[in-house]
């Protein structure tokens, strides 16, 4: 079995910073690509950041010069740093992983359970 668990969320002022957390665990041979996604009330869930194997990341034109991904892939952990947010930041964020199981191998695509950011005016 593998889980992600997110953590960071929570209330911030507007031109505060939080940090989001998600961290994979259970039989993973190798994760790919990790990335962030957000759903405001009222909207779709949309891609915030995305950081693949390599390295490569690309971001939401929203988030652009204010929010980085980054991850560890000793911890299997990803990490979304967000600076200068705004009240439109606010929005459940949600981690998806693609990764790799062991025993039996397989190719699997996971979500967190979500964590809230609340940015206030």
């Known amino acids: 079995q593998v889980q992600l668990v997110e953590s960071g969320g929570g209330l911030v002022q507007a031109g505060g910073s939080l940090r989001l957390s998600c961290a994979a665990s259970?039989?993973?041979?190798?994760?790919?690509?990790m990335a962030w996604y957000r759903q405001a009330p009222g909207k779709q869930r949309e891609l915030v950041a995305r950081?693949?194997?390599?390295?490569?990341?690309n971001y939401a034109d929203s988030v652009k010069g204010r929010f980085t991904i980054s991850r560890d892939g000793a911890k299997n952990t990803v990490y979304l740093q967000m600076n200068s947010l705004k009240p439109e930041d606010t929005a459940v964020y949600y981690c998806?992983?693609?990764?790799?199981?062991?025993?039996?191998?397989?190719?699997?695509?996971?979500w967190g359970q979500g964590t809230l950011v609340t940015v206030s005016a």
């Open positions: 950081i693949t194997s390599d390295g490569s990341t």
């Open positions: 259970g039989s993973i041979l190798r994760i790919n690509t």
């Open positions: 998806n992983v693609a990764l790799i199981t062991t025993a039996p191998t397989r190719a699997l695509g996971l």
